[in-house]
Nanobody, 122 residues
Framework: QVQLVESGGGLVQPGGSLRLSCAAS????????MGWYRQAPGKQRELVAF???????THADSVKGRFTISRDNAKNTQYLQMNSLKPEDTAVYYC????????????????WGQGTQVTVSS
């Protein structure tokens, strides 16, 4: 059973930093695209950042220059470094990954983490 487990959320003051981690576990053949999404109360889930297996990344305009996505393929883990946080960054952050399970290496599925709350407030 493939799982994505997130960590690193919490309460931070405006201008502060947090680092989110998302580790994939279980029987995994390969992991292709990985990304972070967020959902604020009353709003739709939105893409924050995405990174492919080769390390090419894209970031939403709202977080460019403040957030950085990265990954460690050897550890099946992705990260989101969040700097200069603003109150409008408050949301539940979800990690996502395109994974080919070990049992079905030719079939890729999308997996989601359970979500971690990030609150930016003084």
């Amino acid at each position: 059973q493939v799982q994505l487990v997130e960590s690193g959320g919490g309460l931070v003051q405006p201008g502060g930093s947090l680092r989110l981690s998302c580790a994939a576990s279980g029987s995994i053949f390969s992991i292709n695209g990985m990304g972070w999404y967020r959902q604020a109360p009353g709003k739709q889930r939105e893409l924050v950042a995405f990174i492919n297996r080769g390390g090419t990344s894209t970031h939403a305009d709202s977080v460019k220059g403040r957030f950085t996505i990265s990954r460690d393929n050897a550890k099946n883990t992705q990260y989101l470094q969040m700097n200069s946080l603003k109150p409008e960054d408050t949301a539940v952050y979800y990690c996502y990954a395109d994974i080919a399970p070990g049992a079905t290496p030719l079939l890729q599925h999308g997996y989601w983490g359970q979500g971690t709350q990030v609150t930016v407030s003084s």
